[in-house]
Each structure stands twice: as C-alpha cells, then as structure tokens.
C-alpha cells in the first residue's frame, strides 16, 4: 500500500508562486517499480483535471495547456517526492491539488488527500 502526503498548498496573491510536495510511503522502489506520478486538481463545480505528469525517471514530463510555462514537475526519487513549482499563479489556479501514484506494473493507483490552494486575484 502507498500513502501519499501533499503539503504546500495555501493563499496566495496573483502573480505569486507556491510549490506543492508529495511525499510517498509504503513505496518501495519507488522509481524502480516505475511509479508514474501526476499532480490533478478540482476547482469548486469542476471535474478533476490532470495538470502534470512525470514519468518513474524523469525523462518523459507533460503539462495541462494552462499551466505551461508557469509550472515545472519534478521527482527526487531518493526521497521517495515529487513537486510542483507554480509560478505566476492566476485566479483560475485556485483548486484543490491532488497527487497521483500510478503504478505502471499491474495498473494500481494511489491519490492522496488533497491540498488547497487559493489565489487571490
């Protein structure tokens, strides 16, 4: 079983930055069972969106149109964490941020529970 711990997330002005973590446990091998990891979010009425995408080494990443450019994933699988740097923060980015295990050997996935983040405009 793997856990998942975000934290990170809070208020933050228009044009700020913030940068969520995700820390996993329960994992072992982390990178060497090819866990893809992937940071979501919901916005109060919508459906949950895939934002980022990092692949179990790091060599494959993909971003959500909206967040290209201000975003960057990244993983350190020795600490078994993956985060998300958002820069430029607008609005729309206020969401709850969820992460994402997905284990490529067998096809389980893993959530975690959340962190908010708000942006006041």
């Known amino acids: 079983q793997v856990q998942l711990v975000e934290s990170g997330g809070g208020l933050v002005q228009a044009g700020g930055s913030l940068r969520l973590s995700c820390a996993a446990s329960?994992?072992?091998?982390?990178?060497?069972?090819?866990?893809?990891m992937s940071w979501y979010r919901q916005a109060p009425g919508k459906e949950r969106e895939l934002v980022a995408t990092?692949?179990?080494?790091?060599?494959?990443?993909n971003y959500v149109d909206s967040v290209k450019g201000r975003s960057t994933i990244a993983r350190d699988n020795a600490k078994n964490t993956v985060y998300l740097q958002m820069n430029s923060l607008k609005h729309e980015d206020t969401a709850v941020y969820y992460c994402?295990?997905?284990?490529?050997?067998?096809?389980?996935?893993?959530w975690g529970q959340g962190t908010q983040v708000t942006v006041s405009s």
């Open positions: 990092i692949s179990s080494r790091g060599g494959s990443i």
């Open positions: 329960g994992a072992s091998g982390f990178s060497r069972d090819s866990f893809v």
């Open positions: 994402n295990a997905f284990r490529t050997a067998g096809g389980t996935e893993y």
